[in-house]
Structure formats: C-alpha cells, structure tokens
C-alpha cells in the first residue's frame, strides 16, 4: 500500500481460493493491479496491439464502470503493454504507458483529467524496454523519470498537470521511486541507470548518489526504505544494507550484504 516493501503479516499455510469473478481483457497485460476497497484497475491493450487500454472494475463484482483508450504504437520487447503499475490517488489514478504517455484520470469515470508525454513534452529519453517505473505522488506532486539529459526527473502538479521543476540527470531505471522523510527532507528515492540517490521533493535537488561496485545492473527491483536504511536486489551486486548518516543521505559503503540473493526483476518484501 505505502510502496515499503513491508507486509503486516504472512499466512502460516497456503490454502485453495475460490474463484468469485473473472473479465477477460483485449490483449496482454504487463502491469500490476492497483485496486481500493471499490475499484480494480488493470491495464492492457487493444486486440490490434495498437492502442493502451485502462480498465476500471467493480471490486465485489468484477463488472466495469469504465474503460480508457489512447493511441500508443511502437515495438518493444516483451510486448508493447504498459509495465507500470497504476497509482490510484484518490479521486484520480495516474497511468505511465511503456512509451511515455503519462495520463490523470478520474477515478470514478475514467475521463481524462490530463496528459503529457515523457519524450515529447519533457524532453525524456525513453529506457530501452519502454517506460517501467510506477508514478509516485509526495506533497502533491506526481514525480515521474523522463530520463533525458537535461530533463531526467520532473515533478507535475497531481490536480492540474502543471510542470513544477525539473531536474537535469541520467536515464531512467526500471525500478519504481519510493519517498521517505529522513533527516530534514522529504525526499524520493530511486535508482537511474548507473546509480541509487535521493532528491528532494520540493525543487528536485540530488541530496545523494550511492554507486554500485559492479556496473551494469538493469535495476529493476524497487528499493526498500526502512528505519534501519535502504534495502537493494540486483543481478550483479545481490543483496545490500545501505544504512542513513545523521545528515539524512545514505552511507555509500554497505552495513550488511548477501551476495547469493541476486534479484534481476521482483521487489522483495
């Protein structure tokens, strides 16, 4: 729910379920499913894999209140259906397609609140299997990675759309952002291609950057963000403890690493 990693508890056994509803989409899904107390939403595509498709569903039900559809053609591997997972923001939920249609919708109808594009309208450069990390909202703001040179991560006004900052930078990662308020910040923290760092919410300001001992890793995995510091999986450098300095930046040399688990592409929790 928080984005933390964290669960409050784990089943001692794991037991059969009964099916209570099923909706058949148009074409493949790639995305997780964000869903409240009343509203499923899922994404897909269209049956000519031309099209995004966002579906709204009753949660007891399964039946759907709305559908939303925008034009979004390209060739990826792994298919060309959005990878991110919608954020719902209560009353809007915020969709990222895979090649950069970042789009507010209503949550209740579906219509469109507003949109911009990541490589047209923010001058990102899109990662080479299409846009994959989910949007956060922090302070009212949706913070997203354009990932270009001069527009690497930009925050937008959730209600309006409205450009806030942007900030100059690398391109993006795959790995979604979380926020933390450590130190006298409250700040996002994610990963772009090369390195893990913190920026400050309000303007956007790089606070830290940690580097990897072994380069290359494709940073899928999002981190996890606890009292103790912040949790990391990758395929080439397992598993690691980066913990908090008292200036509220992370210490770049590990408290505690496990070199076996090496995660490529699932959050751990």
């Known amino acids: 729910m928080h984005r933390d990693g964290l669960v409050p508890w784990l089943p001692e056994t794991l037991q059969g379920s009964r ?6 989409l148009p074409n493949q899904g790639v995305g997780g499913v964000a869903a409240t107390d009343e509203f499923v939403i899922v994404t897909s595509r ?3 894999d031309a099209m995004d498709v966002i579906t709204c569903l009753d949660t007891t039900s399964g039946v759907a209140f709305w559908q939303h559809t ?3 053609t390209g060739n990826l591997d792994y298919g060309n259906s959005i990878r991110a997972t919608p954020l719902i923001s209560d009353p809007y939920v915020v969709i990222l397609g895979a090649f950069g249609d970042l789009r507010c919708l209503d949550l209740e109808t579906g219509k469109l609140v507003w949109g911009k594009h990541l490589v047209r ?3 990102g450069g899109m990662p080479q299997w299409g846009y994959a990390a989910s949007p956060i909202v922090a302070d009212g703001l949706v913070i997203v990675q354009p990932g270009g040179d001069s527009v690497s991560m930009a925050a937008l006004e959730l209600e309006t759309g409205k450009v806030v900052w942007t900030v100059p930078g690398r391109q993006a990662a795959y790995a979604s952002l979380v926020h933390w308020r450590s ?3 409250l700040q996002v923290i994610g990963f772009d291609y090369r390195t893990l760092g913190g920026w ?4 956007g300001n790089r606070l830290w950057e940690v580097k990897p001992k072994v380069a290359n890793d494709f940073n899928v995995p999002t ?3 606890s009292k103790q510091g912040v949790i990391l999986t990758s395929e080439n450098n397992g598993t690691r403890l980066h913990p908090w300095t008292r200036e509220g930046s992370v210490d770049p040399t590990p408290a505690a690493e496990f070199l076996v688990m090496a995660g490529d592409s699932h959050t751990p929790i």
């Open 19 to 24: 099916l209570s509803w099923s909706y058949p």
């Open 223 to 225: 981190p996890i963000v």
């Open 200 to 203: 400050d919410v309000a303007n």
């Open 46 to 48: 269209d049956r000519n």
């Open 70 to 72: 925008y034009e979004a």
């Open 183 to 185: 130190g006298s910040y």
């Open 121 to 123: 309208d923010l001058q």
